[in-house]
């Protein structure tokens, strides 16, 4: 059974999660105070987390930002009042899953979260019909991904990402010298999320070419194909 933190200071709204969820038979467990929800779910684990952005003691952000942080990689659902692109942007950054805005419906919030779930599981399963590395551990120049553990090495030294920025490198080293346009790798990572455009796809690549490029401007790594998209073609320095 899949257990799954709730997180919203407002009673009613977790009673009412915890009720379609246990429906589709998950264990769950609601918590109202920011601060209390961080070390739950830093100190136990969980599948899922339904974090809702405004709460007392600690925001849902500022949660997301330190479980992120501290490689808890839980796949985070945000819940908040605000419908502006900035709050979207900001919780992707900070590496959420998905994105729903108040109020909603609870059958909705239920399906986003059965297909998170799924492509949380078949995450680092290979694509149909394409041909990627299967090896656990996958070295390109300076940049070692291990798939079983979830980390990634540059010159022996650990990488702090995101979840997404993991997926996202993990895609590209797979498949390495082939150009891959915004749209087919918002299919890929993102799926049907919502918020998903191709500026989200800018800013995780942006993301990942500071913490694994020497010159993030100049990169020897991921490369942009001007009119088409992206290629990862690793270009020793000389």
Excluded: C
């Amino acid at each position: 059974m899949l257990k799954i933190l709730i997180v919203d200071d407002e009673v009613s709204i977790t009673t009412l999660i915890d009720y379609h969820l246990q429906k589709e038979g998950y264990e769950t467990v609601m918590m109202h105070d920011g601060y209390e929800a961080y070390v739950e779910a830093l100190e136990h684990p969980y599948d899922f987390i339904v974090l809702d952005v405004m709460l007392p003691n600690m925001d849902g952000m500022e949660i997301l930002k330190e479980l992120r942080k501290h490689q808890v990689n839980v796949p985070v659902l945000l819940l908040t009042a605000k419908d502006e692109t900035v709050d979207k942007i900001i919780g992707i950054e900070f590496g959420a899953d998905d994105y729903m805005t108040k109020p909603f419906s609870p059958r909705e919030l239920t399906a986003r979260i059965k297909g998170i779930l799924r492509r949380t599981a078949s995450s680092s399963q290979p694509v149909n019909n394409q041909q990627v590395a299967t090896d656990e551990k996958i070295t390109i120049g300076e940049l070692t991904l291990n798939l079983s553990a979830y980390t990634i090495h540059k010159d022996h030294e650990l990488l702090d990402l995101t979840k997404k920025e993991f997926e996202l490198l993990a895609y590209f080293m797979n498949r390495p010298k082939r150009i891959i346009d915004r749209e087919t790798l918002l299919h890929s990572i993102w799926n049907e999320e919502i918020y998903a455009q191709s500026r989200v796809v800018d800013i995780h690549i942006s993301h990942l070419r500071e913490k694994i490029e020497k010159d993030p401007k100049n990169p020897n790594y991921i490369h942009t194909i001007r009119g088409f998209g992206y290629k990862f073609d690793w270009q020793q320095e000389r």
